[in-house]
């Protein structure tokens, strides 16, 4: 980053969670139990299967156990609903997660639904959103919770603050916004209707972008000072991955921003795993 503007790197904060569930993990592993995440697949979406290929890597490399579970893209509602089902009967998986995209004609908020709130290690099951909207305990997906222990690995307040958030999906937009509020933060949730974006991202003391549009936020959408949580993750022709802030553009007006990659996404998988050793110790 440059020009005054501080890049809030995830790697750090990702490199300390995943040391504390090695930890958690070996210490479980004594006692009996091995930590594992079953990961339900039905797609050949390129960056999706990656996706899953790195959770696998990562979950190896902190001594969780984790079973991926390709059903094929030919899959019904009929055969993940029955996968899911022995999942989450079965005592040895402690964490479930449903990779999407699925098939067409699929319905993934009803699947997800199928998922325990005691094993929906990425916040899937509605029932998980309501619990945090409850203030309930409850896992919140893991995106959302790692755009907070960012925020809170590199000291960024949050008590009182005026913060915006772009986006209102149920995996990021809408459950980053119960978690703010949850910290006492001033939030507001712009989405495709808003009018005048930019009049009022520029009232955010802390921006969190997560819209999935490259580069879509710029100069005029950023407050001199503010922080920006960059979510987004797209992907560009020549293979690499962007995030929704044009970072060149805010560069030396936002005191801040988190780099894509590097920031958030770096540290959704360690709080993954994190999640699963939970799963598993309770
Ligand atoms: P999504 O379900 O497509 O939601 C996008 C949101 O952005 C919607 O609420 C939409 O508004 C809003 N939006 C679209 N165009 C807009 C505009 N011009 N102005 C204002 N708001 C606009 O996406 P998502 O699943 O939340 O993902 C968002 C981004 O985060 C994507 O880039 C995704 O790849 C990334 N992501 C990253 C991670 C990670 O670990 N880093 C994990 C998950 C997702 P409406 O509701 O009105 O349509």
Redesign the pocket.
């Known amino acids: 980053m440059d020009r005054g503007t501080r890049e809030l790197s995830g790697r750090e904060a990702a490199a300390t969670l995943r040391a504390k569930v090695a930890e958690r993990a070996a210490a479980l592993a004594a006692a009996g139990t091995v930590a594992r995440l079953a990961v339900v697949v039905a797609t050949d979406d390129g960056?999706s299967r990656w996706y899953v290929r790195s959770i696998g890597k990562a979950a190896a490399a902190v001594g969780v156990d984790c079973v991926v579970h390709d059903l094929g893209v030919d899959a019904t509602s009929t055969d993940l609903g029955a996968r899911l089902a022995e999942l989450s009967a079965d005592p040895a998986v402690h964490g479930i997660i449903l990779q999407t995209p699925l098939p067409a004609g699929v319905d993934a908020a009803e699947l997800a639904g199928r998922i325990p709130p005691a094993k929906d290690v990425d916040g899937a099951n509605p029932e998980s959103l309501g619990r945090l909207a409850a203030g309930l305990p409850a896992f919140a997906?893991?995106?959302a919770e790692?755009v907070l222990r960012l925020l809170d690995h590199h000291s960024v307040e949050l008590e009182g603050r005026e913060v915006v958030v772009?986006?209102?999906?149920?995996?990021?937009?809408k459950p980053v916004a119960l978690l703010l509020l949850a910290r006492n933060a001033t939030v507001t949730v712009?989405?495709?209707?808003?009018r005048d974006?930019a009049a009022v991202t520029r009232r955010a003391d802390v921006l969190v972008?997560?819209?999935?549009?490259a580069g879509?936020i710029g100069a005029e959408h950023v407050a001199p000072g503010a922080v920006v949580v960059d979510?987004?993750?797209?992907a560009t022709d020549d293979g690499g991955l962007v995030?929704?802030v044009d970072a060149t553009a805010v560069a030396g007006r936002a005191s801040a921003l988190t780099p894509?990659p590097g920031?958030?996404?770096a540290?959704?998988?360690a709080l993954l795993l994190a999640h699963t050793v939970d799963a598993a110790a309770s």
Do not use: K
């Open positions: 960056g997906p893991a995106t790692a772009v986006g209102r999906s149920t995996v990021v937009g712009c989405h495709s209707r808003t974006l972008a997560a819209v999935g549009r879509m979510v987004g993750t797209n995030g929704d894509v920031g958030v996404g540290v959704t998988t």
